[in-house]
């Protein structure tokens, strides 16, 4: 009695429609905000800005302004104009487009304008290539580098306590982020048997969902909105855009498991197949953000430059700190989420037993597409928080996935806690392990990490052994 209850009250027909019918506007209204950026141009008269700060770290490791530096905007044979840089190392240079959608200029910084021993870090990356946009603009960031500080840490280049803690740190950041990314892909396996190889493109979705809420708003599609609220006609706060873009993101992947896989699963299609479609999905979609985003990284437009804070012998942006408290918590919320709540007790038991669970009264297919949509929301949010520290690009999670996997199989497959550790794990060795070898093969020591652990402990760090054959 108390499973045909259940059915009638969560798997009634009238509730399955409605339901349906929502995720389905809200897909096509997610997949028409970053569409919408391709074609999206400002009412506004005035020029879209070229922007930037100069600025050079000390010995102590803060960033200090770089002022009255020459730089010069051209495209082509046209020169747009010229300006230097002020007493907090920032410089604007508004770019026409002339009723274009966006245009490409060169950047160029007049090296013989820097102040004495302040010199260019790559000077082959000078003039910059940057696409200047109608609604966000143009971002140039030159990297500088202080001869006399270079001098000082040239004989510091070995292990020191003071790299091995400030990488320990960065590693912290990027192992939670990675865990968060985790904890998702791992909830998915653990209750359908599934490896979700379109996990990445959630976290790059999140991400320039969230751009397009930041950067534009819906004025970006409908231009007889521009001026209105944040987020409806303008570009709105990050906090705000993030939030909506997390609202999306659920929707996403409910919408993935209840039209794609549930099918799937009532056709009995096996695991291997769907692994493959998972391939495909992944590969479709990520050139579709190519397409529709193009190739260039973006950045928000909140928090993109931040002095360090000083935390010891670490430095850390604002940012990066926030990044670490907001990973904590929802990773700390997820866990309390699966131990102390009916559905993470119902998530547990379908994915210990799926068909004991159906058998006491669990409706499994629900449980199913609500993990669909909290692996999203996790994966999204992942994406936004590393965007934050780097940039927005169209395949962000196409380049973290491997570690994310790295970092659920090293935990132990299923296991939300064994990717969390996992993920640590992975982060922290990235990162000192540009103290040995090249920061170019860091990915290659993750994956060497997880070669010798799985030989040592083939279930992972809090896997379960299981009997084969």
């Known amino acids: 009695m108390r499973r045909r209850a259940v059915g009638r009250t969560v798997l009634d027909k009238p509730f399955w429609s409605k339901l349906c019918a929502s995720v389905t506007f809200a897909i096509l209204l997610a997949m028409l905000l970053v569409t919408g950026q391709s074609g999206a141009q400002s009412d506004a008269s005035d020029d879209p800005v070229l922007q930037g700060t100069l600025s050079v770290r000390d010995s102590e490791g803060e960033k200090n302004p770089v002022p009255d530096v020459s730089i010069t905007v051209a495209d082509g044979a046209d020169s747009i104009g010229a300006t230097v840089s002020g007493e907090d190392g920032t410089f604007e240079i508004p770019v026409p487009l002339n009723g274009a959608e966006e245009r490409v200029v060169a950047v160029t910084l007049e090296e013989d304008t820097l102040p004495n021993g302040v010199n260019l870090r790559n000077p082959d990356r000078n003039p910059l290539q940057i696409t200047v946009r109608a609604q966000s603009g143009g971002r140039a960031v030159f990297g500088l580098d202080d001869e006399a500080v270079e001098n000082t840490y040239a004989a510091d280049t070995g292990v020191t306590m003071r790299r091995v803690l400030q990488l320990s740190a960065e590693g912290?950041?990027?192992?939670?982020?990675l865990a968060l990314a985790a904890m998702g892909l791992s909830l998915v396996f653990g209750t359908t048997g599934l490896v979700n190889f379109a996990h990445g493109e959630m976290i790059t979705w999140g991400a320039l969902v969230a751009f397009f809420f930041n950067a534009y708003g819906l004025a970006g599609i409908f231009g007889f909105l521009a001026g209105g609220l944040p987020l409806i006609g303008t570009g709105g706060n990050l906090v705000f855009a993030a939030i909506a873009a997390l609202i999306i993101a659920f929707l996403t992947g409910m919408a993935m498991d209840r039209f794609i896989f549930r099918r799937l699963r009532r056709r009995g299609i096996g695991l291997t197949s769907q692994l493959v479609i998972t391939i495909g999905l992944s590969m479709a979609i990520r050139y579709s953000f190519l397409y529709v985003f193009r190739g260039d990284p973006r950045s928000f437009k909140d928090w993109a430059v931040q002095k360090g804070v000083d935390i010891g012998p670490i430095t850390l942006a604002p940012k990066d700190?926030?990044?670490?408290?907001i990973s904590l918590v929802v990773l700390i919320a997820a866990g309390l989420m699966l131990q102390r709540t009916r559905i993470g007790k119902a998530m547990r038991a379908v994915a210990d037993n799926r068909d004991l669970a159906a058998s006491s009264g669990i409706d499994v297919e629900r449980v199913i597409i609500l993990v669909w949509g909290y692996g999203a929301v996790l994966a999204a949010l992942s994406g936004i928080l590393f965007?934050?520290?780097?940039?927005?690009?169209w395949d962000m999670g196409f380049r973290l996935l491997l570690m994310v996997f790295a970092g659920v199989t090293l935990g132990g497959l299923g296991t939300a806690f064994g990717a969390l550790v996992g993920s640590l794990v992975v982060g922290i060795f990235i990162q000192v392990s540009t103290l040995f070898i090249s920061p170019e093969l860091k990915?290659?020591?993750?994956?060497?990490?997880?070669v010798l652990i799985l030989v040592a402990r083939p279930q992972g760090i809090l896997g379960q052994k299981e009997r084969i054959g």
């Open 172 to 177: 912290i950041k990027l192992g939670l982020i």
């Open 321 to 325: 700190l926030w990044t670490i408290g």
């Open 387 to 393: 965007g934050l520290g780097e940039s927005v690009r």
């Open 443 to 450: 990915s290659v020591g993750a994956l060497l990490i997880l």
